[in-house]
């Protein structure tokens, strides 16, 4: 029996959301950053309601029930024994991937990511510095996956020490397997590359799919990883701004807390510490079912553009709420179909080309919404690109 309302439309405008107070005007509909138009979970709510009637604010000292959720929570959901010396709390995995690429990296160094890609990946890289060495995704019948051969030539580079693995990948809806995440292991460890593995998205899954922690893998993957997790995307609490590095290594963990001091994002507020308390320890159910919500909305997004939009396909996906489509049949750029679904459709979704050349010819769609408001992107969608 379902427990929680998943179909019910929140208004969000005029409550200082980026994702719907940054549109030109009201009747446009937004698609596009990876926030969901949910309720979080009741159990973070009480939380953040106990936390206010409090009253006071002051400085957050996070306490061991925080340590303890997140360690009961990986390894009850993903088979990750983490110990509490390995975390590292700061308040986003962007902030922790910029203080990462600080500790590991000098200037100059080349970073390898797999594009398309996460495009805040692009201006941590550049903001450190260093090179963005690309190990393109190669889209195979709507399938993604890894090409071995080139990220062995870009890790064998003197000059490349770091790569930033996206687990799952955002955007192309990938769940890694164990098999892929091993040898994409045996190849950076063998030339001496350091792997920073963002998991923000790793309990966003599909039926019939897991989230394989790459840290967990092994002693080798252990001692040369740092991973990254957060609550935000799972349970929609990015605003709340909190999230956790993990690694073993206490070498690597010195330099990354260093990092995170330098940059000054070594501190987190009193309800991210709340909110992730609640849904690592009482939100399972609840994301159990966003879970199911969210692949139907998959499946509604495939069976639509199937037979509404038959020049455009739906990558085959496995995790996540991101939907990547491919466009490339209508051969205009991504730029211009995000203009035409902007200005004649009111709807606003994210170019390919924001994730890399090797997006160009997709868009990326977010489902995490109410299927009413779904169907209404995609219909939007079909009036703009149906007769293209």
């Known amino acids: 029996m379902k427990q929680f309302d998943f179909d ?115 201006s941590s890289i550049r903001n450190m510095g260093c090179q963005l060495v690309e190990n393109p995704l190669v889209n195979c019948d709507g399938h993604y996956q890894v090409d071995f051969e080139d990220l062995e030539n870009k890790a064998s580079r003197s000059d490349v020490t770091v790569m930033i693995l996206c687990n799952p990948h955002n955007p192309v809806g990938r769940a890694w397997t164990k098999q892929e995440l091993f040898r994409i292991g045996e190849i950076c460890f063998k030339h001496g590359v350091k792997v920073i593995s963002d998991e923000i998205h790793c309990d966003l899954m599909f039926p019939g799919n897991h989230h394989q922690p790459f840290a967990a893998l092994g002693d080798e993957f252990l001692m040369n990883t740092v991973s990254t997790h957060s609550p935000s995307k799972s349970f929609n609490i990015a605003g709340l701004q909190i999230a956790n590095i993990v690694t073993a290594n206490k070498g690597l963990k010195q330099k990354v807390d260093r990092a995170l001091n330098i940059h000054e994002v070594c501190d987190v507020n009193p309800f991210g510490v709340a909110a992730l308390v609640a849904a690592y320890n009482q939100g399972e159910e609840w994301l159990n079912e966003l879970n199911h919500y969210l692949y139907e909305n998959y499946l509604a997004v495939v069976e639509f553009v199937q037979h509404q939009l038959p020049k455009l396909s739906v990558v085959q996906q496995e995790a996540t709420y991101l939907a990547w489509i491919d466009c490339r049949k209508l051969d205009i750029p991504s730029d211009k179909i995000g203009e035409m ?48």
């Open 8 to 122: 019910e439309v929140v208004d969000r405008q005029g409550t200082g959301s980026v994702k719907w107070d940054s549109v030109e005007n009201a009747s446009i509909l937004p698609m596009w950053v990876a926030d969901m138009d949910f309720r979080t979970a009741p159990a973070i709510v009480n939380a953040l309601q106990k936390r206010v009637e409090h009253g006071i604010f002051g400085y957050a000292k996070v306490p061991d029930a925080y340590y303890e959720a997140t360690i009961n929570w990986f390894s009850r959901k993903h088979s990750f024994h983490i110990e509490r010396d390995w975390i590292l709390y700061t308040s986003g995995v962007v902030p922790a991937i910029s203080a990462i690429l600080k500790a590991l990296t000098n200037p100059g160094d080349g970073v390898i990511v797999q594009t398309p890609v996460y495009n805040c990946f692009f």
């Open 341 to 388: 679904l902007l200005k004649e459709g009111a709807l606003m979704i994210n170019q390919g080309t924001v994730y890399g050349e090797s997006g160009d010819g997709y868009i990326r769609l977010n489902m995490a919404c109410p299927r009413s408001l779904l169907i209404e992107g995609l219909k939007r969608m079909a009036s703009v690109l149906g007769d293209k």
